[in-house]
């Protein structure tokens, strides 16, 4: 038996997960209500879980969901979550209506069954990512290629605040919509009129000189100064240079047709050009900051769609950014609108575009988890993060590119659990190459 996320608010309120008979072709399911779980969001709004309560898969009978008939209001509420999830949270919203669900006459809910979208991942999708778990084990050590990583999972000491430790400044201002030339009041769901970013500079910055640079996308890390925390620990140990990072909010909602699915899952430069003309000239003006414009220290972070729109930055601007940190990337379809000349979205970049181009001077940190979104899909329906991701690494390896893949075991989606346990270590390791402070 196996686990994956099925349906959870994004901040985290409550997690429903799934067991999957994995016996047979068919991976015929049952819905069990396992617990509660607190998300990671790290200041941030992924609401890109709960991809799995789109999924089409038959839970054929007798399999079908079983819950405990003496408990139907438990039952009925973990069926409405299930589809509450479908229609408001999640990295690949579709048009499509909320997921079939047909009722037996019988009325009992166990009897229900859930048609997920695209089909049960195939026996060849299912030996493509039961690979990973014969991987060489992530350490400290690690150099690049592809590593699994085994629970159990533990912060890292580095997001611990030390005493001996001069701490960085955090500040925080606003962008306005209406101001924007890229993103003003597109009507898109969810779409929002401000979006907060948060500047950390750190102590060892003397002003005027020229700062290396870390984008973190979705405002990741800036929740309980968790990044800056870890940016205080590095550099005063001399393991990174000293870096301003700028944590920018995304605009609004999520998924296709939201503001956030424009401005992140778009393969294009826009979103770029949006944080070179109308971000970053603000942070150096307010603060006085002079970024380095050399792209060998600049980088750019992020997960789920976050990290997607990471990837992109560094592809269509490489001039601009060598260093890519990603999360559950969503490297899969979910481009909107459609561009005709790259259908798929961001599984172009593995289906296509890194192979058909020349190498160029990346160098990308990257993890998924064993139960990431859409890992009981096939891979047919281009909504399955696991192979999404194994399949940019394996682009990466054959082009020869400076990376390191990570397979969490047991992990789901940007996993609070993995990112706190390696997200230091991912940075020294991005980093490297890069003259460290003295």
């Known amino acids: ?47 890109s879980c709960g991809t799995q309560t789109r999924r089409k898969i038959t839970l054929p009978s007798p399999k079908t969901p079983v819950f405990n008939k003496t408990y139907p209001v438990l039952a009925t509420a973990v069926l409405g979550l299930l589809m509450t999830a479908h229609t408001t949270y999640g990295a690949d919203a579709s048009p499509a209506p909320v997921a079939n669900v047909t009722q037996t006459p019988s009325g009992d809910p166990a009897d229900l069954e ?10 060849a999708d299912l030996a493509e990512m039961a ?74 910055y003397v002003p005027g000189t020229l700062a290396p640079l870390l984008l973190a996308h979705d405002e990741m890390g800036a929740r309980n100064n968790l990044l800056p925390t870890i940016l205080d620990n590095l550099i005063a140990d001399h393991r990174l240079p000293p870096i301003v990072a700028v944590m920018v909010a995304h605009g609004g909602g999520d998924a296709r047709g ?28 307010d603060y006085g900051v002079t970024f380095t414009k050399d792209p060998d220290g600049r980088a750019v972070m992020g997960g789920s769609s976050g990290g997607a729109v990471a990837f992109t930055m560094a592809w269509f601007h490489p001039e601009l950014y060598h260093r890519v940190l990603t999360y559950s990337g969503t490297y899969t379809n979910n481009q909107s609108p459609k561009n005709p000349a790259l259908p798929h979205g961001a599984w172009e970049y593995h289906e296509h575009l890194i192979l058909q181009n020349a190498t160029k001077p990346l160098r990308i940190w990257m993890e998924v988890g064993e139960n990431d979104n859409g890992s009981i899909n096939t891979a047919a329906d281009l909504h399955n993060w696991v192979i999404a991701n194994e399949r940019m690494a394996g682009v990466l390896k054959a082009k020869g590119y400076h990376y390191q893949f990570v397979f969490a075991q ?12 390696t997200l230091p270590q991912a940075l020294v390791w991005l980093w490297q190459g890069y003259p460290s402070a003295k």
């Open 1 to 47: 038996m196996d686990a994956f996320s099925i349906g959870e608010r994004a901040g985290g309120a409550h997690l429903l997960r799934m067991a999957a008979d994995t016996t047979s072709s068919t991976r015929a399911a049952r819905v069990t209500l396992e617990g509660v779980s607190k998300r990671f969001d790290a200041g941030y709004n992924c609401a």
């Open 131 to 204: 690979k990973l778990s014969t991987l060489p084990a992530f350490t400290p050590e690690a150099g690049e290629g592809d590593f699994l990583l085994k629970p159990p999972y533990n912060p890292a000491p580095e997001e611990t605040p030390r005493t001996d430790v001069p701490k960085g400044r955090v500040l925080h201002f606003t962008l306005t919509a209406a101001d924007s030339k890229f993103y003003p009041d597109t009507g898109l769901r969810d779409w929002k009129a401000t979006r907060s970013v948060t500047v950390y500079i750190p102590s060892q």
């Open 114 to 123: 859930l048609h997920y979208r695209g089909g049960p991942a195939t026996p």
């Open 410 to 421: 047991g992990a789901g989606h940007v996993d609070a659990k993995v990112v706190t346990q």
């Open 258 to 285: 939201s503001e956030r699915g424009l401005e992140y899952d778009t393969v294009s430069g826009k979103y770029t050009d949006f944080i070179e003309t109308e971000v970053l000239p603000r942070v150096a003006k």
